[in-house]
């Protein structure tokens, strides 16, 4: 965060420091911060980080993407917005694409193996994509 927020390469290594460069960065500013995937369940150390964030204009925003309820929760101020899972066929339109190109229908051998492991991700986007 520091090397993209301070726009130079931040050889600092320890906690302290590394908080403070990024206070003095992101003092009164506004910043839109996304943190994807999170899966840390600590709630102190999530606290100790949202402290020292406080440093940015009010309008500043974090948001946090996890799979996690507990982490949903832990982090959240809104209740968290949980998203569905694709459809079969939205699944596979995502396959599809990823594994044989757009626009391209593939060997017929090979869709039917690409719909079966579709029926394996359960609807997952990730899952899909990988």
């Known amino acids: 965060m520091i090397s993209v927020v301070c726009k130079d ?4 290594e320890e906690l302290d420091p ?7 960065s992101l003092l009164g ?11 840390n369940e600590n709630q102190e150390e999530w606290n100790r980080f949202i402290c020292s964030m406080r440093c940015g204009a009010k309008e500043s925003t974090i948001l946090v993407t ?13 209740p968290p917005y ?4 694709l459809s079969g066929d939205h699944c596979w339109s995502l396959f599809k694409q990823r ?4 626009g ?13 492991i579709v029926k394996k991700c359960g609807g ?7």
């Open 66 to 78: 996890t799979r996690i309820k507990t982490v949903a929760l832990i982090t959240g101020t809104f």
């Open 99 to 102: 594994s044989f190109g757009k």
């Open 124 to 130: 997952v986007p990730q899952d899909a994509k990988a």
């Open 9 to 12: 390469v931040c050889n600092l």
């Open 29 to 39: 500013k506004r910043y839109l911060l996304v943190l994807d995937d999170m899966w």
């Open 18 to 24: 590394l908080q403070r460069r990024l206070q003095e």
């Open 82 to 85: 949980v998203l569905k899972f």
């Open 104 to 116: 391209n229908e593939g060997n017929p051998n090979l869709v039917e193996i690409g719909k079966e």
